[in-house]
């Protein structure tokens, strides 16, 4: 069935360097991809999301891409500080279906090291 | 605007007992998602409404977990017989309709059986 990856599981940056969380899609009509946000004991928000008729799209320290060819987006944090840390969840849309509109990844924990 | 709202917050119960959760989506919103998140790990999809519908309840973990869904808004989770396994947090969730917008997060139900 449709399933979203998402890599790595867990990442460790050091204050002020990058990093980049990567998802997989498999269902080539997903055109919504968001990602999600969860600090400690608190709810997933939206952090941003891509449509599929763009290939970047930025707000601020916070990069998406999406290649639609290759079924992949990624998530770029530059200047990482250590209120980025957080687990964050990839989605992508699907049409439809029993399991709704939104597959989830299994969740990335960002640590922030000052 | 309100979110979603959950209740309760927080929700100790003995063992043997039944619960019954409750998730109050945001006015307009026919998609509805159940999720249940264990302790430092991923979104576990439970169940997903489509208005009133539930097109599958393969996600449920047993016969002991229902969902309902009325009026097309207010969705309560019903467990049975609750076990310690049954201890996470339970999230809901709620987006306009089938089409590619963004799931906006309940603040969750901490459940603890003890």
């Known amino acids: 069935g449709e399933n979203v990856e998402q890599h790595p599981s867990t990442l460790s940056v050091q204050e002020g360097d990058s990093a980049v969380i990567k998802c997989t899609y498999s269902d080539s009509a997903s055109n919504y991809f968001p990602w999600y946000k969860q600090e400690l004991g608190k709810r997933p928000q939206l952090i941003i999301d891509i449509r599929s008729n763009v290939g970047e799209k930025k707000d601020q320290r916070i990069a998406v891409t999406l290649n639609k060819t290759a079924k992949h987006f990624s998530l770029h944090i530059t200047e990482t500080q250590p209120e980025d840390s957080a687990v964050y969840f990839c989605?992508?849309?699907?049409?439809?279906?029993?399991?709704?509109?939104?597959?989830f990844g299994k969740g990335t924990k960002l640590s922030v090291k000052p | 605007g309100a979110g979603v709202s959950q209740s309760p917050s927080n929700k100790v119960t003995e063992k043997g007992k039944d619960v019954e959760l409750r998730c109050d989506p945001i006015?307009?919103?026919?998609?509805l998602y159940w999720y249940r998140q264990s302790l430092g790990q991923g979104l576990e999809f439970l169940i997903y409404f489509q208005g009133n519908s539930a097109p599958d309840k393969s996600g449920l973990p047993s016969d002991r977990f229902s969902a309902e869904r009325t009026g097309g808004s207010v969705s309560t989770l019903t467990i049975q017989r609750t076990q310690q396994e049954d201890s996470a947090v339970y999230l809901c969730a709620s987006s306009l309709g089938p089409t590619n917008t963004e799931a906006f997060f309940g603040q969750g139900t901490r459940l603890t059986v003890v």
């Open positions: 006015s307009g919103h026919t998609a």
């Open positions: 989605a992508a849309s699907r049409r439809g279906g029993s399991q709704g509109n939104l597959i």
